[in-house]
Every structure is written in structure tokens, then in C-alpha cells.
């Protein structure tokens, strides 16, 4: 393997570990196991760190501008041809659950797309606007928390701002 396929993987390896870590944190905190929970978002935190560093030495980060047409490619990719082949595949398994996780982000995805076309048409104009996530689906959206996720079906208060 070459050094920038090293890169790549160790890129995915920490980041993977990074999503890993705060949902173990996530666990923890439910369990009750607070200092568990700490050490599990101090190690996240690292991976970030070293995804981050690793992103860069690949010449991953590019313009502002750059970097949200690479995000619409990626999200268009992910709702066009990633999500319903594996939501195919998964039907075929009868694995429903997998079927939901799947169908729930290539909705999402789609939502994702959008959003980042809408900031390069805009980029420059620096008008505020904030974002709400559903913590159900991750539905995204501008401004204010709808009542009702249009994704999930969850109410407002799954809808957490993000600053």
C-alpha cells in the first residue's frame, strides 16, 4: 500500500473511532458511568485529532468553496447510489432494521445536499442561520425546530441546536 492509502485508512480508522467512542460515551452516561463516559469523549476528542491531522497531510482540505462542492458530491452520491443500494441488499436479507437506518439517512442525505447547495449560492453573504438536528433520524433544518421531524415523525424537543 502507498502512503496516501495508509492515510486514507488511518483517516477512517479515527474517525470511525471518534463516532465509536461518543456513542459508548452515550451508553455510559445512561448506565450511569460518568467517568467512563469522560475518558470515552477525552479518546474521541483524540481521534478527531488525529483524523484531522491525517485529512490535512492528504490534501483533504481545500477552499470553503471547494470543500462544500466536495460535500454536495459526497451527500448526492450517498442518497443517489450508496443508500438504495444498501437498502436493497438490505431488503433482500430481510434485515428491516438495517432498512430503516438506511432509508431514514438517504432522506436525510438528500436534506444534506440541499442545505450545502444553498450555502455556495450564498457564500460571502455571511447571513446568519442556525441549525436543528433531529437526534432520531438527523433530519436537518434551518432556522427553528419543526413540531414534527418530516423525516421520523419525532417531536421538537429530539431537535437539538447546533452552534
Known amino acids: 500500500m502507498s502512503t496516501q492509502d495508509n492515510l486514507q485508512e488511518a483517516f477512517a480508522g479515527e474517525s470511525q473511532a471518534n463516532r465509536k467512542y461518543l456513542a459508548f460515551a452515550n451508553k455510559a452516561d445512561e448506565e450511569g458511568f460518568k467517568q467512563a463516559a469522560k475518558l470515552f469523549r477525552a479518546a474521541a ?7 484531522h491531522q491525517h485529512l490535512k497531510v492528504m490534501g483533504g482540505i481545500k477552499s470553503t468553496k471547494e470543500n462544500i462542492q466536495e460535500a454536495i ?5 450517498e442518497y443517489t447510489k450508496m443508500y438504495p443500494q444498501m437498502i436493497l441488499e438490505a431488503e ?5 432494521k438495517a432498512v430503516q437506518s438506511f ?3 438517504n432522506k436525510v442525505e438528500s436534506i444534506h445536499a440541499s442545505l450545502y ?3 455556495l449560492d450564498k457564500l460571502g453573504d455571511n447571513e446568519s442561520v442556525d441549525y436543528y438536528v433531529c437526534q432520531i433520524c438527523g433530519n436537518t433544518t434551518e432556522n ?3 413540531d414534527k ?5 419525532a417531536p421538537s424537543s429530539k431537535f437539538t441546536k447546533i452552534d
Do not use: I, S
Open 144 to 146: 427553528d425546530a419543526p
Open 103 to 105: 432509508d431514514l439517512a
Open 73 to 77: 458530491e459526497g451527500e448526492t452520491h
Open 92 to 96: 433482500q436479507e430481510g434485515n428491516k
Open 117 to 119: 447547495q444553498k450555502a
Open 45 to 51: 476528542a483524540a481521534e478527531t485529532v488525529h483524523a
Open 149 to 153: 421531524c418530516h423525516v421520523c415523525g
